[in-house]
Nanobody, 127 residues
Framework: EVQLQASGGGLVQAGGSLRLSCVAS????????IGWFRQAPGMEREGVSC????????GYADSVKGRFSISRDNAQMTVYLEMNSLKPEDTATYYC????????????????????WGQGTLVTVSS
């Protein structure tokens, strides 16, 4: 059974940083595509970042490029989302998702129809 556990959310001032963690079990992290998504109240869910067939195959939403960075530690079965220069509009519940399908093209991993989802972690950025 695939399980994903997201953590690391909290309250931070604008301009601050947070690091989210997604601990995975039931799959091989280096043989999976992992994505971070977010959903703000009253808004549709949007893809934020992803990592796939290698550490160089990553993707980012335009709204977070240059501010967020995704990485993974296969030994710890954990994918991280480092979020810097946070803005109030980054406020949302963040979810990690996984899929066994791999992509080879950077930027395309957000388009994967993810099969597995974890619970969310709330990020609140105050102005």
């Amino acid at each position: 059974e695939v399980q994903l556990q997201a953590s690391g959310g909290g309250l931070v001032q604008a301009g601050g940083s947070l690091r989210l963690s997604c601990v995975a079990s039931g799959l091989s992290l280096d043989e999976s595509t992992i994505g971070w998504f977010r959903q703000a109240p009253g808004m549709e869910r949007e893809g934020v970042s992803c990592i796939s067939s290698s550490d160089s195959v990553t993707g980012y939403a335009d709204s977070v490029k240059g501010r967020f960075s995704i990485s993974r530690d296969n030994a710890q079965m954990t994918v991280y989302l480092e979020m810097n220069s946070l803005k109030p509009e980054d406020t949302a519940t963040y979810y990690c998702a996984a899929d066994h399908r791999l992509v080879l093209t950077p930027g395309k991993c957000l388009e994967v129809p993810y099969d597995f989802w974890g619970q969310g972690t709330l990020v609140t950025v105050s102005s």
